[in-house]
């Protein structure tokens, strides 16, 4: 999102603000009272200081993680425990300059960079309660990322001599305050995430979580069963999947071609070539498996009923689950029950107790393809063995595969020293293959989004009074309709509007898609001759033609 847009339909320039809170932006009049109808009213109370909710502040007597704690993290340091405390009782710095950070992205348009010298004189209160307080979390995302607040915390106060520690906690607080500011913006899940999620893509490092591992990793090897290093490095790499794949839900699949839909809801086979053996790697249905990793995310906790951090490997295990519909899916294709921990190449079956977690960030396939490196300063080459040099020559080692999710390598026999020549090769196809599709889409439904569920969507069609929302079925536009009969009229009346032209929107957004497959065809970095992502993206674009719709290019 622009820094300078309307909180509203987020695509004009703003051009006044609320005059109740001072933070709010819009750009016209309409857009202000459609707004405040549908979400602001219910936030500027609490921006003007006039009221206060009680699980925005802490304190111990209306703190749930405080009635929980099972350890005192300042004996940390001489003994080792799996006990969580509260985040806030230890780090009450932390949550003043949280506030610090909120207030600066609502003064500074949402601007996560810029600095200002002003001094803020207001008495703003949050107007949303802390997860951490009261056991309720804006959504999924909002309690992912305290999650990996409250294990820092964990670490910090167990290694007060690891200062680069320090980095990620001023780095979290960023993702969190920025993503409780875009919850101000919009009250679709799908829409907020997908907001924080474009900054967490931005700011996401790798290589310095990896120089840490090097001495954390060692330290907390000698706790087989629950260890706060490997939950840490697991949740925040699972926080950059899904920076890289939660697109897909914002996504109308129903509108996708036949081909494309087909991809994307059945399991597809990626053959591979190693150390003389053909093999066919799975591919998971990916909107399934996206859907799927909401689901988890939303279930997920990370200490049991004593307020213990849980074994790793019930971690991880909690998202390596096949869920029953995938089962089902797998059978009508006719492949046989999948098995989370058997080896991804021989299919032999491992003990989780006994895997080894490996970080294998997708910020790393991500760079590599457009060669931006410079974040970590690290060649391709250079991440993969970074990786690979995680691996203990023992064990069966699991990592995320986007594409496949939780997968095992027994790392034995031929599945021993693959990592670097295989396995990081042919993982990068497949995610290049999936997050092709998604820019794809992007591009050719980027002005086609529903304005009731936020969907880019093929079958988006205008309002045909204002003609300056669009809608991408029937019941989107039912469900909106109490609020925009009383907007209609001046939507239609306000020059700011921009009329919407459906078939237009479609036709300028398959030349968008067109012009940058020919751009990206040559962007691949992965120095394969025969390389499969460049063959992939002949294939997904080669044959591409706007999806024509029986929906009505206006509707009543």
Known sequence: MSTDTCWNCMTYQQKFCCKGCGFALYCSQVCQKEHWKSLHRSHCKYLTGKEKLAGSSHSSDNCVSCKKTSVDYKQLHKKDSPGMACYFKYFESEHNLFKKEFVKLLRNNMNSSKTTSEKYEGSSNFPFEFGEITGNYIDYLDKLISFLQSLLCHLLYRYPKIRKLGGFSNMLVVFRAYHWAASLQ????????????????????????????????KLE????K??????????????????????????????????????????????????????????????????????QFESFEICDINFNLKPFYEIYGH?????????IIAQKQGIPKINPYSCELCLTDVDPEKCQYVFNSMWFFDSALTGGMNRDKMTWEEQRKACASQFDEERAYITFSIGSGLRV??????????????????????????????????????DLKCWTCKLLSGNSHRCSTCKSRLYCSKECQNKDWNLHKSLCDDLKEDGKQIKIDSHEQKARGGDRALETFAATLKGCKCGEKDCAMVHDMRRLYGKMQIQETKVEDEVD
């Open 186 to 217: 919009t009250s679709v899940t799908s829409e907020r995430v997908a907001l924080t999620l474009n900054l967490i893509r931005s700011f996401f490092i790798a290589g310095k979580l990896l120089n840490l591992n090097k001495v954390l990793g």
């Open 226 to 295: 629950v260890t706060a290093w490997n939950t840490f490095m697991f949740l925040y790499e699972m926080l950059g999947v899904s920076a890289l794949i939660f697109p897909l839900v914002r996504k109308d699949v129903n509108t996708y071609n036949e081909e494309d839909i087909q991809r994307v809801r059945l399991y597809q086979t990626f053959p591979r070539t190693i150390k003389g053996k053909e093999h066919k790697i799975l591919v998971s249905p990916q909107e399934l498996q996206v859907l799927e990793l909401i689901k």
């Open 409 to 446: 390598i027994c790392n034995k026999g031929d599945c021993k020293d693959i990592f670097v020549d295989h396995v990081a090769v042919y993982r990068i196809q497949i995610f290049h293959s999936i997050t092709s599709m998604l820019s794809k889409y992007k591009l050719q439904f980027k």
């Open 319 to 327: 998202f390596a689950f096949i869920c029953d519909e995938a089962d």
């Open 221 to 224: 090897f000698r706790h087989e």
